[in-house]
Nanobody, 122 residues
Framework: QVQLVESGGGLVQAGGSLGLSCAAS????????VGWFRQAPGKEREFVAA????????RYADSVKGRFTISRDNAKNTVYLQMNSLKPEDTAVYYC???????????????WGQGTQVTVSS
């Protein structure tokens, strides 16, 4: 069972930056695609970004392209989400998730973290 723990959330002003981390408990994480999702109050959880197990392929939601960057360090069992030019509409709980079947199934991951709050003030 892979356990995922997010960190790095917080409060930031619009236009600012935050970096999130997702640390995994097992080495099998290094062969899994990992994604970031978010859920704002009253809204459904939505896909934000994903990265293949080797880091060579990435995917982004249109709403964050050019502002967010996903990366990973398999030696540290950690995936990162760098968020720049933040907007109030980026406010949400951010979750990381892992899929052992790869990027093709990242929107149906087997493992989820507990989430970290990101609040962007206007």
């Amino acid at each position: 069972q892979v356990q995922l723990v997010e960190s790095g959330g917080g409060l930031v002003q619009a236009g600012g930056s935050l970096g999130l981390s997702c640390a995994a408990s097992e080495r099998t994480f290094t062969t899994s695609a990992v994604g970031w999702f978010r859920q704002a109050p009253g809204k459904e959880r939505e896909f934000v970004a994903a990265i293949s197990w080797g880091g060579g392929q990435t995917r982004y939601a249109d709403s964050v392209k050019g502002r967010f960057t996903i990366s990973r360090d398999n030696a540290k069992n950690t995936v990162y989400l760098q968020m720049n030019s933040l907007k109030p509409e980026d406010t949400a709980v951010y979750y990381c998730a892992a899929s052992r079947s790869g990027l093709a199934t990242i929107r149906r991951p087997e493992y989820w973290g507990q989430g970290t709050q990101v609040t962007v003030s206007s």
